[in-house]
């Protein structure tokens, strides 16, 4: 077989839609297409793909110029998924959301799958890829990869963001599970390659189907050192503690937090007025009515996603960064590279007694580590907070990058576009 450099992307999560599945995205075809591969990429369209999600112009421009980009119209289950997820009074609804992921396999975005068939089948006649890339989530990625892949007997590699059957928080009734592990075997069985971001999934998967020995491997999250350097850190008027990323039940717990805070502010009322906690992006509807009732609003401000490029410059303008422990040990947040090469103080504040993004972490100027638990957190943000008129974390702290260079993008890319040729030559 001829090899001609050529790879059709599956991704649902792609600019303008603002994510970090859409950011890894982005920089995966950067840095492929900029070792010479032919990039089409296989999509949802804008309307539904933004439906109830923030729209991030920033990305765009990272794209390259040849890259091929082909939109279809997605199903109304995805879009009543997000519209009952969406944000509302600045936060998020849980109940719409659980009862459709408890019964959609593999996901709200399966009705997708028809459309996308149809127009990779389309796209393919007269252009054949050597190898398909599905990215995850959503997984239901995977299932249009495989049909285009059994259909047209081309290389499929599988690219998880998260862990599907095996995720330790999955919300799939346990008969639908039983479906879903099926699938997922039979998807996986046909897939060259996989590629997970953290060595902990790579481990779990191997455990629950040993069979992809030699095939599976880490594709970690990274960032980009150019861009996050000429960042311009944004300046605010109070200590900040920053938390980037979104808060969702049941994955992330900031109820400890705020009894933490709430508990400060009794003691000291004085301390709003010095210190503000930023979440920066969406959070569950019941947790911004709960600050309301803590009486928190004026030290804690929720704030919408912001484009990427702009997030970057308030993790540069922090004084502490914050992390919020995920449920399950094998995931570490995309904002976690970002955190450790900002050199500034971060907050980890943990739910597993193995949390993977502890390993990174280490690497920055100050790591402070605690349970989720009211009143180890208020003894860490004692700590903080009187640190600084003391100078002990300086805030002008050098990057950690040159620490982190194994996880810029353009050397995380290049292990994939190895296992990539890999793969297509099979």
């Known amino acids: 077989m001829t090899f001609r450099n050529r790879l059709l992307l599956v991704a649902a999560s792609f600019p303008p839609v603002g994510s970090s599945n859409s950011t890894r995205a982005t920089f995966i075809v950067k840095h492929l297409a ?18 109830r999600r923030v729209r991030d112009d920033s990305l765009l421009p990272k794209l390259p110029p040849g890259v091929e980009v082909r939109r279809t119209i997605g199903g109304i289950l995805g879009k009543a998924y997000r519209q009952f997820s969406g944000p509302a009074y600045g936060g998020l609804n849980e109940s719409g959301r659980a009862i459709l992921s408890r019964f959609l396999i593999p996901d709200p975005w399966v009705d997708w799958v028809p459309g996308a068939v149809l127009e990779g089948t389309r796209m393919l006649r007269n252009w054949r890829p050597d190898v398909i890339v599905s990215m995850a989530y959503p997984f239901t990625c995977h299932l249009i990869g495989f049909m285009l892949h059994r259909k047209l007997e081309i290389p499929l590699h599988l690219d998880y963001g998260d862990p599907w059957s095996s995720s330790p928080d999955t919300r799939l009734a346990k008969p639908f599970l039983r479906i879903a592990t099926g699938l997922e075997r039979k998807i996986l069985l046909a897939a060259s390659s996989v590629s997970m971001t953290t060595d902990e999934t790579v481990s779990l998967y191997l455990r629950d189907w040993p069979f992809l020995k030699g095939r599976i491997f880490t594709v970690p999250m990274g960032f980009d050192p150019v861009e996050f350097l000429s960042a311009q850190p944004k300046t605010f008027a109070k200590f900040t503690i920053l938390h980037a990323g979104v808060v969702l039940h049941p994955y992330r717990d900031p109820a400890p937090l705020f009894q933490a805070l709430s508990a400060m502010i009794k003691e000291d009322p004085k301390i709003s007025g010095l210190v503000q906690v930023v979440f ?12 309301d009732k803590l009486g928190l609003l004026k030290l804690v401000t929720v704030i919408r996603r912001v484009p990427f490029d702009e997030s970057l410059c308030w993790i540069k303008g922090a004084d502490v960064l914050l ?16 955190y450790v090469c900002s050199g500034k103080p971060v907050l980890l504040i943990k739910r597993e007694n193995e949390d993977p993004a502890e390993r990174l972490l280490m690497s920055a100027r100050m790591l402070l580590v605690t349970r989720n638990n009211p009143l180890e957190i208020k003894e860490a943000l004692a700590r903080l907070i009187h640190s600084r008129d003391g100078g002990s974390m300086n805030s002008d702290a050098p990057s950690s990058a040159d620490y982190m260079s194994d996880y810029s993008w353009e050397n995380v890319v290049r292990r994939l576009d190895s296992r990539l040729r890999d793969s297509a030559a099979l």
Do not use: D, F
């Open 34 to 51: 900029a070792s010479g591969w032919e990039i089409k990429v296989l999509t949802v369209s804008e309307k539904r793909a933004l439906t």
């Open 323 to 338: 992390l919020l422990g995920n449920v399950g040990s094998v995931q570490v947040p995309a904002k976690v590279y970002h």
């Open 280 to 291: 920066l992006g969406e959070m569950e509807k019941t947790y911004v009515e709960s600050l």
